[in-house]
């Protein structure tokens, strides 16, 4: 049953006609409201991940509950299809399931308040915000264990249940909720920001509409859904064309020994509707690393690489939703069923993208991303330290952004554009590490006209013995270069005991011990490379050799020769560059590098860990067990 909104005005909105002044001025307002929700998370959270990071995601939607601001789209109208109970004034809902919400949060770890914002009786809009919790419980510290073969182990599920009730509290809901998790007052800290931005955006709707008038607000809303809506349905008329285009990528493996697996997505425009069809993604793992992908979440995906690729200005939010139509396999790796396991979806979601960037270029190669933005690696440290304190580290790290029509990809950036780095004095302020090293990889950004970024190596050195996990991608299949520009380098990390042997461990690996004085040598995987690399400009190279970005070796990669402290050799880069286009042949739209195939035959020796297996011989063995 439908979720049944008690008002005590049922009068309807009335229809105004906006000037365009007052228009631009909710807009902006709206934007600021959107931005204030983050400054008031950030000021009020606790936890490194949402108050050092910025892990967490706002939104601001209509009456209909539709996104006019935010970040992922809304879940708002499913979940009041959905959601059998009443909403009334001082309700406010809270959440960390995701199959209760079709995928609109991702995994447990993500807790969501949707507070229903009345005005006179009515519902005049909704806000809500959700962020990641260090900590919910489950089999492992952190609570997203790699080895999860169902979502009863990655710890608490939290129902829409109410966390206020016309406007009474439900203290016993949160005690019971903080005493499943092993950092409490980080949670109990970061859900009271939750709220607190909600509440704030709450506060900026009443203040417009009672500015503009209610009707009018509302008026401004819809024009503003409706003219994304117009502004959408001419760039896809313009940029998707009505023959099918398809694109694969892989995830390396599921942490438990089988991979790569196949993501697949078509593409086609049917007057004005565009199709994306995941039909050939392989079907769901017995392992963590399903993603449940919310289709109105990758519409809005979608929706933004468009804007942001083709007309930065449209302002993204739901009125486009029925141009596009998003077909998901059920039992596939993007819709697996309930209770799969869902901890470990990020190296999907980030696949996402890359499969984005490979889909929408390849009719307009000169708006191509080449891959790179393929995961969020996360570290995990926890134990007790010297005065029995529990220390529990959860951190998102960067890889390299891919390089783009636009040019070079950054350095060592997160694949979400708002996430900030921790910072490596709170890291050994607030934990017992020492931070030894944090730079860029050289070379390892894949080489084009437009550089790939690169990765980086950060290097731990555990003071107090634990255990760590890591969360990571990209180590098996590279990240593919385009228009003639090469892969980026793969992921790899190295584990220094004290006594100076070294151990190439797993990129998904969960519950490995450390003692005082290892060192965990986390390095990323670097963006591919964008156009012909023999056509960067040799000084550019020779100045990156100076900075520490390119190697004179790697320099060769461009035709480019210079020494070691980048003195460029103008005649020999020449020869050199004049040498290699008469060896080669025409450049690939894509370079993916080596095959599978041969990957696996050579993975042992390039990267010192054995090939995951087929993904079908782990479906045959589950199905025989």
């Known amino acids: 049953m439908p979720a049944t909104i008690i008002q005590t005005n049922d009068t309807p909105f009335e229809t105004k006609t906006i000037d365009p002044v007052s228009l631009d001025i909710i807009e902006n307002a709206l934007r600021n409201a959107r931005i204030e929700m983050d400054a008031t998370l950030v000021r009020t959270a606790m936890s490194p991940g949402i108050r050092e990071q910025g892990d967490a995601f706002p939104l601001i939607a209509d009456h209909l509950g539709r996104m006019i601001v935010g970040q992922f789209g809304s879940f708002i109208g499913g979940f009041l299809e959905g959601y059998d109970g009443t909403l009334e004034d001082g309700d406010m809902i809270f959440l960390s399931d995701p199959y209760s919400v079709g995928g609109a949060i991702s995994h447990c770890n993500d807790w969501l308040v949707l507070l229903p ?95 503009f008038g209610v009707d009018n607000y509302v008026s401004a809303t819809q024009e503003l859904l409706a003219r994304n809506h117009r502004a959408m349905k001419i760039l896809l008329s313009q940029a998707i064309s ?93 819709k697996p069923r309930y209770p799969a396991a869902l901890s470990g979806r990020t190296h999907a979601l980030g696949r996402i993208f890359d499969i984005l960037g490979g889909l929408l270029g390849q009719k307009t190669p000169e708006f191509l991303n080449a891959a790179g933005f393929s995961s969020s690696p996360h570290l995990f440290y926890a134990g007790t330290d010297k005065r029995g304190e529990w220390f529990q580290l959860f951190q998102i790290g960067f890889g390299g952004i891919p390089g783009r029509p636009m040019g070079d990809g950054p350095d060592g950036h997160s694949l979400w554009p708002g996430f900030t780095n921790v910072p490596n004095e709170f890291l050994e302020r607030y934990f017992p590490l020492v931070i030894e090293r944090y730079e860029t990889v050289p070379d390892s950004g894949g080489a084009g006209l437009h550089r790939g970024g690169n990765g980086i190596i950060m290097t731990y050195r555990f003071l107090e013995p634990g255990v760590i996990a890591i969360h990571d991608d990209r180590w098996f299949v590279p990240p593919w270069g385009v228009n003639g520009g090469k892969p980026g380098a793969r992921a790899r990390k190295i584990l220094e005991k004290a006594d100076g042997t070294q ?119 589950i199905a025989a067990e």
């Not at 709450?202 to 500015?211: G, N």
């Open 117 to 211: 914002v009345f005005k006179d009786g009515r519902v005049l809009a909704y806000t809500a915000m959700f962020g990641h919790q260090s900590d919910i419980g489950g089999k492992v510290p952190g609570s997203m264990p790699i080895d999860a073969t169902n979502i009863f182990q990655e710890g608490v599920r939290i129902p829409p249940v109410k966390i206020y009730k016309q406007g009474v509290y439900n203290e016993d809901l949160v005690k019971l909720v903080l005493h499943q998790s092993r950092t409490p007052a980080w949670c109990a800290a970061d859900l009271n920001a939750l709220i607190a931005s909600c509440r704030v955006a709450a506060r900026r709707v009443i203040e417009m509409s009672e500015r």
């Open 242 to 334: 009505e023959e099918p285009v398809s694109f694969e990528d892989y995830i390396c493996d599921d942490g438990m020994g089988y991979g790569p697996y196949k993501l697949k997505c078509t593409m086609w425009r049917d007057g004005d509707k565009v199709i994306l069809d995941f039909d050939g993604t392989d079907p769901q793992s017995q392992a963590s690393i399903n993603f449940l992908l919310n289709e109105n979440m990758f519409k809005m995906f979608f929706g933004i690489y468009m804007i942001m690729v083709f007309d930065p200005q449209i302002l993204f939010n739901d009125g486009f939703y029925d141009l596009i139509e998003v077909r998901i396999p059920e039992g596939s790796l993007l």
């Open 503 to 621: 151990t190439i461990v797993g990129n998904k690996v969960e519950d490995l011990p450390v003692e005082a004085g290892d060192i965990l040598h986390f390095i990323t995987w670097g963006g591919g490379g964008w156009g012909d690399p023999l056509e960067r400009a040799p000084e550019l190279v020779a100045k990156e050799i100076r900075q520490g970005l390119v190697t004179a070796d790697g320099a060769r990669n461009y035709g480019v020769v210079a020494s070691a402290d980048g003195v460029l050799d103008t005649a020999a880069t020449e020869a050199l560059r004049t040498q290699m286009r008469s060896e080669r042949s025409d450049l690939p739209l894509f370079d993916y590098g080596p095959s599978i195939e041969e990957l696996r035959a050579n993975c042992l020796a390039e990267t010192g860990l054995p090939a995951p297996i087929q993904p079908r011989w782990h479906t045959q063995a």
